[in-house]
């Protein structure tokens, strides 16, 4: 091969490995509320930012550590705090859906072994569109954190805002 045909090769590599990063999905934060040793559910939250300009929904959660994951939201019914659970999470394109303590959870059901502050568990995000996220998340205290943060409970609901209206009015020039 000649040399710039190799330069052009690790060009397309390096370029198409950064498409890949830019373009999916990103998980921050990730982390699950210690619970005593007996608890047999955990919770686990965590921002998915969609830098795609597909739309994704997330369909489920696996992980060696429980027998069982599901999706849930918190809600408060007549003064009562219930939760309900949800069969997928649409993250918009360009957008984010927060899991955090009040709504929306990633429920660990039946660990199989106790986990305590500063364990990682592996949870695997697996999508509609057949693709998967791997995220590593800390166990640790929640009190503290929760208070820290102010979002707003209904974020996760602005979902399904259009915002390519007006494409043709800003066009650059280059
Ligand atoms: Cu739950």
């Known amino acids: 091969m000649k040399p710039l045909a ?35 559910v955990l919770a686990a939250y965590l921002q998915l930012h969609n830098h795609g300009d597909k ?10 550590a429980f027998k069982r994951i599901e999706l849930h939201r918190s809600e408060e019914k007549d003064g009562m705090a219930t939760m309900a659970r949800v069969m997928k999470i649409m993250i918009p ?45 800390d166990v640790r205290r929640g009190a503290a954190h929760d208070m820290k943060h102010h979002h707003d409970p209904d974020h996760s609901m602005e ?7 007006d494409m043709n009015k800003h066009q650059h020039d280059h």
Do not use: C, Q, Y
Not at 9 to 24: D, K, P
Not at 32 to 39: C, D, F, L, Q, W
Not at 55 to 64: C, Y
Not at 106 to 135: C, E, Q, R, W, Y
């Open 93 to 137: 394109a360009h957008g984010k859906v927060s899991f955090e303590p009040g709504s929306l959870h990633i429920m660990l059901i039946n660990p199989l072994a106790p986990l305590k502050s500063g364990d990682k568990v592996d949870l695997t995000l697996h999508f509609a569109d057949g693709s998967s996220l791997a995220v590593s998340a």
């Open 159 to 165: 979902m399904h805002k259009e915002s390519h209206g």
């Open 6 to 40: 190799i330069l052009l090769t690790l060009f397309f590599l390096a370029s198409s490995a950064w498409a890949s990063s830019m373009h999916g999905i990103e998980a921050h934060d990730p982390w699950v509320r210690e619970a005593p040793p007996t608890a047999r």
């Open 55 to 64: 739309m994704r929904t997330l369909v489920s959660v696996e992980s060696p």
